[in-house]
Protein backbone atom coordinates (compact mmCIF):
# COMPACT_ATOMS: atom_id res chain seq x y z
CA UNK A 1 0.00 0.00 0.00
CA UNK A 2 1.92 3.13 -1.11
CA UNK A 3 0.03 6.37 -0.11
CA UNK A 4 -3.41 5.56 -0.60
CA UNK A 5 -4.98 8.55 0.36
CA UNK A 6 -8.60 10.65 -0.88
CA UNK A 7 -10.18 7.33 -2.23
CA UNK A 8 -7.15 6.42 -4.16
CA UNK A 9 -6.62 2.85 -4.86
CA UNK A 10 -4.61 1.34 -2.22
CA UNK A 11 -1.43 0.13 -4.14
CA UNK A 12 -0.92 3.86 -5.23
CA UNK A 13 -0.25 5.23 -8.47
CA UNK A 14 3.44 5.26 -10.59
CA UNK A 15 3.57 9.27 -9.42
CA UNK A 16 3.55 8.19 -5.43
CA UNK A 17 5.40 5.28 -6.07
CA UNK A 18 8.16 7.34 -7.64
CA UNK A 19 8.04 10.11 -4.37
CA UNK A 20 8.11 6.92 -2.35
CA UNK A 21 11.37 5.86 -3.59
CA UNK A 22 12.79 8.99 -3.19
CA UNK A 23 12.22 9.55 0.16
CA UNK A 24 13.40 6.00 0.96
CA UNK A 25 16.43 7.05 -0.78
CA UNK A 26 16.86 10.08 0.49
CA UNK A 27 16.31 8.82 4.70
CA UNK A 28 18.35 5.69 3.50
CA UNK A 29 21.71 7.51 1.84
CA UNK A 30 21.15 10.57 3.96
CA UNK A 31 19.92 10.62 7.64
CA UNK A 32 21.26 7.09 8.28
CA UNK A 33 24.99 7.81 6.59
CA UNK A 34 24.40 11.04 8.66
CA UNK A 35 23.60 9.23 11.84
CA UNK A 36 26.16 6.70 11.96
CA UNK A 37 28.84 9.10 11.25
CA UNK A 38 28.01 11.32 14.04
CA UNK A 39 27.57 7.95 16.67
CA UNK A 40 30.85 6.77 14.84
CA UNK A 41 32.84 9.97 15.62
CA UNK A 42 31.16 9.97 18.92
CA UNK A 43 32.56 6.58 19.84
CA UNK A 44 35.84 6.97 18.35
CA UNK A 45 36.37 9.80 20.61
CA UNK A 46 34.89 7.82 23.52
CA UNK A 47 37.10 5.08 22.43
CA UNK A 48 40.05 7.26 23.06
CA UNK A 49 39.41 8.18 26.49
CA UNK A 50 38.18 4.74 28.14
CA UNK A 51 41.42 4.27 29.94
CA UNK A 52 41.40 7.62 31.78
CA UNK A 53 37.32 7.90 31.99
CA UNK A 54 37.97 4.40 33.74
CA UNK A 55 40.74 5.76 35.89
CA UNK A 56 38.57 8.83 36.94
CA UNK A 57 35.82 6.73 37.48
CA UNK A 58 37.90 4.91 39.87
CA UNK A 59 39.51 7.59 41.79
CA UNK A 60 36.30 8.68 41.94
CA UNK A 61 35.19 5.99 43.75
CA UNK A 62 37.69 5.74 45.94
CA UNK A 63 37.44 9.11 47.18
CA UNK A 64 34.44 8.58 48.11
CA UNK A 65 35.20 5.86 49.96
CA UNK A 66 37.69 7.93 51.84
CA UNK A 67 35.55 10.81 52.80
CA UNK A 68 32.95 8.39 54.38
CA UNK A 69 32.51 8.11 58.16
CA UNK A 70 34.53 5.41 59.31
CA UNK A 71 34.55 3.61 62.63
CA UNK A 72 35.85 4.35 65.32
CA UNK A 73 35.53 7.70 65.69
CA UNK A 74 39.05 9.76 66.91
CA UNK A 75 37.59 9.81 70.77
CA UNK A 76 37.11 6.06 70.82
CA UNK A 77 39.66 3.13 69.89
CA UNK A 78 37.74 -0.45 69.80
CA UNK A 79 37.99 -2.12 66.38
CA UNK A 80 35.53 -4.85 65.45
CA UNK A 81 38.18 -7.65 64.42
CA UNK A 82 35.08 -9.00 61.79
CA UNK A 83 33.78 -6.18 59.88
CA UNK A 84 30.76 -8.43 57.74
CA UNK A 85 29.81 -10.10 61.03
CA UNK A 86 29.20 -7.63 63.06
CA UNK A 87 27.42 -5.66 60.33
CA UNK A 88 24.89 -8.61 60.31
CA UNK A 89 24.44 -8.61 64.03
CA UNK A 90 23.64 -5.18 63.45
CA UNK A 91 20.88 -5.75 61.06
CA UNK A 92 19.86 -8.96 62.25
CA UNK A 93 19.31 -7.23 65.48
CA UNK A 94 17.71 -3.58 63.79
CA UNK A 95 15.51 -5.10 61.00
CA UNK A 96 12.71 -7.08 63.40
CA UNK A 97 13.11 -3.95 65.36
CA UNK A 98 11.97 -0.95 62.71
CA UNK A 99 9.39 -3.57 61.27
CA UNK A 100 7.30 -3.97 64.63
CA UNK A 101 7.93 0.02 65.31
CA UNK A 102 6.45 0.11 61.70
CA UNK A 103 3.30 -2.14 62.80
CA UNK A 104 2.28 0.42 65.70
CA UNK A 105 0.08 3.49 64.39
CA UNK A 106 0.81 5.49 67.21
CA UNK A 107 4.41 5.96 66.47
CA UNK A 108 5.63 8.78 64.32
CA UNK A 109 6.64 7.25 61.02
CA UNK A 110 9.94 9.64 61.73
CA UNK A 111 11.04 7.30 64.32
CA UNK A 112 11.46 4.34 62.71
CA UNK A 113 12.65 5.91 59.67
CA UNK A 114 15.27 7.55 61.86
CA UNK A 115 16.56 3.90 63.45
CA UNK A 116 17.05 2.80 60.39
CA UNK A 117 18.93 5.95 59.07
CA UNK A 118 21.12 5.76 62.51
CA UNK A 119 21.59 1.35 61.92
CA UNK A 120 22.60 1.82 58.26
CA UNK A 121 25.22 5.01 58.63
CA UNK A 122 26.42 2.87 61.92
CA UNK A 123 26.88 -0.33 60.22
CA UNK A 124 28.38 1.65 56.34
CA UNK A 125 31.43 3.01 58.87
CA UNK A 126 31.46 -0.39 60.46
CA UNK A 127 32.25 -1.83 56.55
CA UNK A 128 34.60 0.92 55.94
CA UNK A 129 36.76 0.90 59.10
CA UNK A 130 40.58 1.54 58.11
CA UNK A 131 42.69 -1.77 58.56
CA UNK A 132 45.48 0.96 59.77
CA UNK A 133 45.29 2.58 63.48
CA UNK A 134 44.98 5.88 64.04
CA UNK A 135 45.08 7.70 67.19
CA UNK A 136 44.61 11.11 65.72
CA UNK A 137 43.65 13.26 62.45
CA UNK A 138 47.11 13.79 61.26
CA UNK A 139 47.33 10.28 60.35
CA UNK A 140 45.10 10.12 57.44
CA UNK A 141 47.14 10.22 54.51
CA UNK A 142 46.60 9.05 50.52
CA UNK A 143 49.66 8.35 48.72
CA UNK A 144 49.96 8.81 44.98
CA UNK A 145 52.42 7.13 43.18
CA UNK A 146 53.62 6.87 40.30
CA UNK A 147 57.04 5.88 38.22
CA UNK A 148 59.58 8.15 37.75
CA UNK A 149 60.75 7.23 34.38
CA UNK A 150 57.68 7.31 33.08
CA UNK A 151 58.09 9.19 30.25
CA UNK A 152 54.22 9.22 27.76
CA UNK A 153 55.86 10.41 24.68
CA UNK A 154 58.05 7.31 24.49
CA UNK A 155 54.46 5.51 23.95
CA UNK A 156 52.29 7.69 22.15
CA UNK A 157 54.23 10.78 21.03
CA UNK A 158 51.31 12.54 19.22
CA UNK A 159 50.87 13.67 23.14
CA UNK A 160 53.90 15.66 23.55
CA UNK A 161 54.54 18.91 21.91
CA UNK A 162 52.51 21.93 20.69
CA UNK A 163 49.64 20.01 18.87
CA UNK A 164 48.71 17.69 21.87
CA UNK A 165 45.93 20.01 22.43
CA UNK A 166 44.17 19.60 19.01
CA UNK A 167 44.51 16.30 19.07
CA UNK A 168 40.79 15.73 21.30
CA UNK A 169 39.46 17.60 17.90
CA UNK A 170 40.50 14.57 15.97
CA UNK A 171 39.20 11.29 15.27
CA UNK A 172 41.44 8.23 16.16
CA UNK A 173 42.80 8.20 11.92
CA UNK A 174 44.31 11.32 12.92
CA UNK A 175 45.99 10.75 15.66
CA UNK A 176 47.31 7.43 14.29
CA UNK A 177 48.21 9.57 11.11
CA UNK A 178 50.27 12.09 13.22
CA UNK A 179 51.66 9.39 15.91
CA UNK A 180 53.60 7.67 13.08
CA UNK A 181 54.93 10.65 11.33
CA UNK A 182 56.65 11.68 14.63
CA UNK A 183 58.12 8.08 14.86
CA UNK A 184 59.43 8.32 10.99
CA UNK A 185 60.64 11.67 12.33
CA UNK A 186 62.53 10.42 15.15
CA UNK A 187 63.46 7.34 13.58
CA UNK A 188 65.10 9.20 10.24
CA UNK A 189 67.06 11.81 13.20
CA UNK A 190 68.03 8.47 14.60
CA UNK A 191 69.65 7.45 11.17
CA UNK A 192 70.95 10.36 10.51
CA UNK A 193 72.88 10.04 13.76
CA UNK A 194 73.97 6.53 12.80
CA UNK A 195 74.91 7.82 9.45
CA UNK A 196 77.24 10.51 10.98
CA UNK A 197 78.77 8.22 12.95
CA UNK A 198 79.82 5.26 10.57
CA UNK A 199 80.84 8.39 8.02
CA UNK A 200 83.57 9.66 11.59
CA UNK A 201 84.51 6.66 12.31
CA UNK A 202 85.36 5.65 8.22
CA UNK A 203 87.16 8.84 7.97
CA UNK A 204 89.28 8.17 11.33
CA UNK A 205 89.62 4.63 10.02
CA UNK A 206 91.09 5.68 6.69
CA UNK A 207 93.40 8.21 7.91
CA UNK A 208 95.08 5.37 10.18
CA UNK A 209 95.75 3.01 7.19
CA UNK A 210 96.90 6.15 5.58
CA UNK A 211 99.24 6.57 8.69
CA UNK A 212 100.19 3.12 8.94
CA UNK A 213 101.29 3.25 5.26
CA UNK A 214 103.33 5.86 5.32
CA UNK A 215 105.54 4.56 8.45
CA UNK A 216 105.82 0.96 6.26
CA UNK A 217 107.14 3.11 3.19
CA UNK A 218 109.64 4.60 5.86
Request: glycine content about 6%; some cysteine.
Amino acid sequence: MVLGLDGAPQEGSPVTFVFLVIAVVIFCICVLNLFIAVHGEAYEKAHEKAHISFVQERATICLQCLLRPSWPPACFKYKFPYRKGAYLVLMVLVLPCWVMMLRVPALHPGLPSALLFVALAFGDSILVQKKWDKECEDQYYLWICHRADYDASSIWPADDGPEADSSELDGRHAGIKRDNFLRFERMAAEIEQMRRYVVDKTQGLDSGMEAVEKQQKQ
